[in-house]
């Protein structure tokens, strides 16, 4: 019984938590919905691999404060969005615009997992099976073994 309480705890506390605090909310349910759909493509400057929607450190609820006072002022998301890559650079979003100088981060991963299917496919083919006849002696050998 005590494992399944523990097991019951351990799901509570991986559950994912939004960090945004209820004096945040916006009262127009549409601006809201786009508050949350541009801050869960933006990154946490100080959690690094987190949204801000995601992370509760002040930067973060900084963050999440300008995006909605933006769209009140009357911003469209992409308008948002590039005022906050203006001010803090391409690095605040979670998926990098594909540029000229983020190509290679678009096409890396993809070259680099076929050139290891290729080497795989190179290395399978080179080695083969081969049969070999056993001289008389090394038969014989090989007798007195077993």
């Known amino acids: 019984m005590i494992w399944l309480r ?19 909310v916006l009262p127009d349910p549409v601006l809201e919905q786009r508050a949350r759909d541009i801050s869960a493509g933006l990154r946490c400057l100080v959690c690094q691999n987190q949204s801000i929607d995601d992370s509760d450190a002040d930067l973060a609820r900084d963050l999440r404060v300008l995006v909605r006072e933006r769209l009140v002022a009357g911003d469209s998301d992409e308008a948002v969005r590039q005022y906050l890559v203006d001010r803090y650079g391409e690095y605040v979003l979670l998926n990098p ?26 290395v399978g083919r080179r080695r083969r099976v081969v049969e070999t006849e056993l001289s008389a002696e090394e038969q014989g050998a090989l007798d007195e073994l077993e």
Request: charged content about 5%; hydrophobic content about 65%.
């Open 6 to 24: 523990a097991l019951l705890l351990a799901f509570c506390l991986a559950t994912p938590v939004m960090a945004l605090s209820p004096d945040e």
């Open 97 to 122: 615009r594909v540029n000229s100088h983020t190509i290679l981060l678009w096409i890396a991963a993809p070259v680099l997992l076929l050139a290891g299917l290729g080497t795989l496919f190179v």
